[in-house]
């Protein structure tokens, strides 16, 4: 196959995949601040906060798409392309988790119940952890793809099965959470939305698992 030689001088795409797994945990920590004032009374930013993370998504998009669109098909890469964007898939769906989880808050204009608030609390704490650990997973990854030192190798393991742990935590507290949704919570369309909820919630945790998951995949060719 015919390589050109400006493909060797092509400026990294993991560049661009750190910025997008940066603006991945900006829109975490909104996250995090819209529940948390959305819980047992009317949250009187959530509107602006939903706007900030509609902002930060459409840049994530842009980067996303950036790196989609500018990837020459000779470029020479540490990777396998497909597992490169199927990462890159899963990181921007840990976005789409948030933005739908936001939308699904704003049904409830005056706030999640209140007696839900320490488990709901607890949930959002195990989805956005392992979001946080993302732009970290990326910068050890750039590092190893450059070096192949089995130390970063080493910590890039322990990172994955960090963000598997706080994933099965998330899992083990949504089902908690739906068993006490069911039990309290005695309209049967309140308990619908609460449900859907929580599942938008536990999704991110999942999101954010599966791009490790695919990482790990990388690190192991």
């Known amino acids: 196959m015919r390589l050109l030689i400006s493909s060797l001088f092509y400026r990294s795409p993991f560049e661009d995949l750190q910025k997008h797994a940066d ?19 009317e949250c009187k930013r959530f509107d602006l906060i939903t ?6 998504e459409s840049e994530a998009d ?32 840990v976005l789409d988790e948030v933005e739908e989880a936001l939308f699904w808050l704003s049904f409830r204009p005056k706030g999640i119940p209140s007696e839900l608030a320490v488990e ?27 070096s192949r030192s089995e130390e970063q190798r080493k ?19 949504e089902r908690e959470l739906k068993l006490k949704i069911f039990a309290d919570i005695k309209d049967a369309l309140v308990v619908y939305h609460l449900v859907r909820l929580v599942e938008h919630i536990g999704d991110i945790a999942d999101h954010a698992q599966n791009a490790s998951d695919r990482m790990r995949a990388m690190i192991a060719t």
Do not use: W
């Not at 706007?51 to 930060?56: K, M, N, P, T």
């Not at 990172?159 to 998330?170: T, V």
């Open 155 to 173: 910590k890039m393991k322990s990172l994955i099965r960090d963000i598997r742990q706080h994933e099965r935590e998330a899992d083990h507290l």
């Open 51 to 56: 706007e900030e993370v509609a902002h930060l």
């Open 23 to 41: 603006k991945v945990k900006e829109c975490a920590h909104l996250f995090r601040e819209a529940v948390i004032c959305n819980v047992g009374q």
């Open 120 to 146: 709901i609390h607890h949930l959002v704490e195990a989805v956005t952890q392992p979001i946080e650990k993302l732009p970290e997973l990326v910068t050890l990854a750039t590092d190893y793809f450059k």
């Open 62 to 93: 842009d980067i996303k798409r950036n790196i989609r669109n500018h990837l020459p098909r000779g470029i020479l890469m540490p990777v396998d392309k497909f597992q490169f964007f199927q990462y890159l898939r899963e990181q921007d769906k």
